[in-house]
């Protein structure tokens, strides 16, 4: 397997903390997701919502319609089931719907950090797919991030003090040569 090249420690280490925070931002924002899902697709069938009428934040109530059942919103096209969101009448801000979009634009950045970091390190494409995944597993950019920052922090070490033990006995030599 190919190793980066000593010339890219610093991009590497850049790479690596915009992978982190993208990493985190991208968890976070999931999390936020995976709730908002729960609220609307459980029989609670709630969304949470911003201002208008009823104050800061509230939640309003979702409206299933008829012959509509739990998994029907797993089947593409829904099987012709659509939910009413009863919130929009009284003027707010759809916040489930922002965390739905403000994922998916994070996790288009996620997926670039972890193109950075991958393509820099010369890992191969399994290990791409698997840090893909952690933007679309609930917790998983959590423990990717750690496990990654982790191993990219020990080798990059390590390669830095081979490298300087290396020059070090290389200018050791060539000043016994100069004597």
């Known amino acids: 397997m190919p190793e980066p090249k000593a010339a890219s420690f610093p991009k590497i280490r850049g790479a690596l903390k915009f992978y982190q925070i993208a990493s985190i931002v991208t968890g976070v924002m999931l999390l936020l997701l995976l709730a908002e899902m729960i609220l609307k697709y459980t029989p609670l069938h709630l969304e949470l919502f911003a201002g208008g009428d009823r104050g800061f934040l509230w939640f309003a109530p979702v409206i299933m319609q008829d012959?509509?059942?739990?998994y029907s919103f797993f089947i593409p096209g829904g099987a012709g089931c659509e939910d009413i969101s009863t919130g929009e009448s009284a003027g707010g801000l759809n916040l489930s719907l922002m965390i739905l979009?403000?994922?998916?634009?994070?996790?288009?950045?996620?997926?670039?950090?972890?193109f950075r970091v991958w393509s820099l390190m010369r890992w191969p494409l399994q290990r791409f797919i698997l840090l893909a995944l952690g933007g679309v597993v609930p917790a998983l950019s959590f423990i990717m991030e750690f496990r990654v920052s982790r191993e990219i922090t020990a080798y990059l070490d390590s390669r830095e003090a081979e490298l300087s033990a290396a020059s070090g006995s290389e200018s050791t030599q060539s000043q016994e040569a100069a004597r």
């Not at 979009?101 to 972890?114: E, N, P, S």
């Open 67 to 70: 012959g509509c059942q739990w």
């Open 101 to 114: 979009v403000a994922h998916g634009w994070f996790y288009v950045v996620y997926l670039f950090a972890c």
